[in-house]
């Protein structure tokens, strides 16, 4: 309803000429069916997929990080999350605010805003086409059982803090919580609101 598709036409356009490959799809409403669709069609080279919200952005030097500490790891990490600073126009706040978001992922071994997986065990996976609010979660647990979780350390994520200053840091931090905690068959029917 944004036009967000034929932005996303205009910007793959302009990849295109510079010689880049991006490939720009539409799917069917919802988080889980955009990133299933995008889960399906990754290339078969591909070993690792990001998948991100959509106000979360990768710096330029993101994928050189991952890719040393992928490199670097002896546990043969699966499924894991990086750190996550707010945009920069943010204040102090939110810089502690995302402080205290990064370690509880840390420590849950969980993520809202970012995914790294294992290509071959996302694709077989997939992200729970009935849930709104928790798809991220149930994903990551799920990828967990073929192998660990990593955090990656690192200052070239950032993410828009205007859905906490919309509904509110407490409210917004309890309904996470609350959607960690409640059973799937309840969150189901639970709607995840957009904020632009």
Not at 110 to 132: G, M, N, P, V, W
Not at 145 to 171: I, P, W
Request: net charge positive; aromatic share 12%.
């Amino acid at each position: 309803t944004d036009d967000t598709y034929a932005i996303a036409r205009l910007v793959g356009e302009e990849a295109r000429q510079k010689g880049y490959i991006l490939r720009v799809l539409q799917s069917e409403k919802g988080v889980s069916a955009a990133k299933n669709m995008g889960l399906q069609r990754i290339s078969p080279q591909s070993e690792w997929v990001v998948l991100c919200d959509a106000d979360t952005r990768l710096g330029p030097d993101f994928l050189h990080h991952l890719n040393t500490y992928l490199n670097r790891s002896k546990n043969d990490p699966v499924i894991g999350t990086s750190a996550i600073q707010p945009a920069p126009e943010a204040g102090l706040y939110d810089i502690i605010w995302f402080k205290l978001y990064d370690f509880a992922h840390k420590l849950t071994r969980t993520s809202y805003s970012l995914q790294i997986a294992k290509s071959e065990i996302a694709r077989r996976i997939e992200f729970d086409h009935d849930l709104e609010l928790g798809e991220d979660l149930l994903f990551i647990k799920q990828c967990r059982k073929y192998g660990s979780f990593f955090f990656l350390a690192t200052d070239q994520v950032t993410t828009s803090v205007r859905r906490f200053e919309s509904v509110g840091y407490l409210r917004l931090s309890l309904r996470w919580i609350l959607g960690a905690l409640v059973p799937r068959r309840i969150k189901q029917n639970w709607i995840y609101h957009v904020v632009r």
